[in-house]
């Protein structure tokens, strides 16, 4: 089994606005309302490929749409309950000039009781998952180093940790050691403070963190593909050349797409060619969707990797 940890889920509230204006009063045609959360994003992408899934995370009273959603789905859940709401994200869409515009929130604050809850909950289910994904931003008030903690608690088990955030969260989540990170290009310029121009430089700098104990490195590079390095060899990924309808989610379903490849065992190139071919998936299709088990397999076989033995 796979279990998603989503310490941040939220409420994607997109609204239809036909020329927006600032400072004024906007008119809102129609409104997408979409369960969202890294964590989320990638279970829905792990369920479409056929993979026994489990959300964990923290849910707040006005959570009850993403409950009911991932029930639709047939996927499991069991979040801790808190005092807060968890946050509401506004994307508008203005269908006539071309304009998007997030406004995003922070997400609620958490008791220490709270986050106790949540840390045995991934300690219990880590005896019962292959691999665990810990993804996206944590809430304002947690301790940056959560995701280490809960690395150095859980990897001692035996279960596979794939870490995909962003700035502290990540730098130090590091320092835990999980079993594989997922930086996009920009993530990991952040992480190490370095420019890593070139696919020399990035192998390298992968080279380096595989030498502190992580055992793969997945850099994302959006319409460039991905550079996977592991102990002994580099893959530089070709991206697969599709018509782009959009490309948000596109690191989710290649996260979703290499933790399957994980529980199920597969070699590192099978697991490549399910991430890759899973994020072509759903930039293929408009809006926030997950990757389709049918694309998936179509996709595969156009995966052209280059291997570096190192
Ligand atoms: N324009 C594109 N053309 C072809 N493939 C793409 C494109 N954008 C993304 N992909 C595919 O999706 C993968 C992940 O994309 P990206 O690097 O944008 O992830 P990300 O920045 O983590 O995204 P997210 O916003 O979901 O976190 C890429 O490695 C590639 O396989
Ligand atoms: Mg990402």
Known sequence: MVTTVTVNPAIDRTLIVNEFKIGAVNRVSRTIIDAGGKGVNVAKNLKNLGCDVKCLGFM??????IENVLSELGIKFNFVQIKNDIRTNIK???????TYTDI???GPDVSQDEIEKLILSINEHADLSDVIVLSGSLL??????????????V???GVKVILDADGDA??????GKPYMIKPNIHELRRMTGKNLESVDEIIEEGMRIIESGISIVAVSMGGSGSIVVTEDKAYKVKPIKVQVKGTVGAGDAYVAGFAYGLSENLSIEEAIKMASSASTSVIMREGTKACSLKDVEELKEKV?????ER
């Open 60 to 65: 707040g009273p006005n959570g009850k749409y």
């Open 92 to 98: 508008i869409v203005d269908e006539i000039r071309h």
């Open 104 to 106: 995003n929130e922070a």
């Open 140 to 153: 304002p008030n947690m301790d940056k180093d959560f995701y280490r903690q809960i690395i150095e608690k």
């Open 155 to 157: 990897s001692e088990k």
């Open 170 to 175: 990540l730098k130090l989540g590091v320092e």
């Open 304 to 308: 052209e990797i280059e291997v570096i």
